[in-house]
């Protein structure tokens, strides 16, 4: 291992990097976002939707919890564009990403929210509030604080399975990475590099969400 | 003028069973009415029917002369009205429940504030003010900045009554709101509703405390089986009960 060799190697790559990383952010904060808000949805439709509703939703997620990321992003690039639905390799892998991130909110706020007890919906419609303000100000906010832990795991799954879309030539982290490796060969060196980013976003983001929870504990 | 509260002909049924078999209750302005009776008796569906937690097939329930819940349409058809409709008429009851209910992730103050703010529409400051009046009078001001978990089970409860009156309903209900209390705390609470009763609150309360309920009273109602077995004034339900089963009730309950 040449240390010094590497160094230089990683400072003349330094913007395809950056690139790389940039797209591995932008996937992972667009996945979790749109996820994240569909999935809230989801488990409010698997709450109190009807029986048929409930039905076909539970379906969804059976389905895209029991497929490999790995297939669905294949599924969203090229069976889709079958269809005539034309995405670039960036939209379909985030848009696979998003729906498997949804189906994992979606379970999970779903379990938060069959978990709080009825007495606080009664409350809240016994001084006049309406469905929609009930979950707004009263159920939502209880579902979250419950749920901040297993999501920032979710997101964290997320930024690691960003890694899959180098497979339909996404330059994000991993793929700038090994666009790098072919040039310079320093295979060990630069994917030891790379995991040690993985890991640091990962570190932020399971402490930002230490945080977060602590600021919005109750006791 | 009309009544607070008419109640006539309720039935209500959970699947086959029926739970209240044609109830018939008025009250008018002030009047503090007491439900007591066994365990099963219906109190506690019945209180929830005329907060709208409950649908009921038959009969109808009055606030000061609106019908609630439901309205005729044609012929003897009765519709369910629309979601924004009941929310607004279970505003104009307060409800305070066995298990307190508080909003967890709020403080004091933020739970007596949200209906304010959410259903009477009042801006923050004046919302404030109301819900602090309020926090005053149930003795919890010094405790409007706590969260529930921080306040023990008689402080919550008070916090609860607050919620619920502040809302400035036309009748207070209130459903065993003394029974998952530990002993000591349940004197507290008593003090907060016989002070609301004394100042002419319409109320409509189901409890196990015969003390209670014979002193704080303008009628007792005592239900058995999901009807109204007997009913009146606190002297004669509690000093000269017509039925055996009253009788035979009241002889269990320590008074
Ligand atoms: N959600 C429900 N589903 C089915 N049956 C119910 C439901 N709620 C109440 N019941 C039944 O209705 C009957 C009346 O219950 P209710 O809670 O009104 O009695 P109660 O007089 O308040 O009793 P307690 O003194 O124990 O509180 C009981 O037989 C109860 O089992
Ligand atoms: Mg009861």
Redesign the pocket.
Known sequence: MNFSLFLAELWNARMSLINGLGNTVLISVVSVLLGSILGVFIGLVMTYGGWFTRFSVRLYIDFLRGTPVFVLILACFYILSVVGFDLSAFQAGVLALTLFCSSHVGEIVRGALIAIPKGQTEAAKSIGLTFGQTFIYVLLPQALRQILPTWVNTATEIVKASTLLSIIGVVELLLATQQVISRTYLSLEFYFFAGFVYFLLNFVIEQAGRAVERRISVP | MSPILNISGLHKS??Q?E??KGIDLTLQQGDVVS?I????????????CVNLL?DFEQGEIELVGETIGYRESSGSQRRRLPEREIARQRAMTGMAF?QFNLFPHMTAVQNVMLGLIKTKRMAKDEARSVAEKWLERVGMEARRDHFPGQLSGGQQQRVAIARAIAMNPQIMLF??VT?ALDPELVAEVLAVVRDLANDGMTMLL?T?EMRFARDVSTKVVF?HQ?RIHEEGTSEEMFGAPKTERLQGFLANSQI
């Open positions: 959970f699947g069973v739970v209240l439900l009776g066994s365990s099963g008796s219906g109190k506690t569906t019945l209180l929830r409950e066995q459903d065993e029974s189901v196990h239900m999901g």
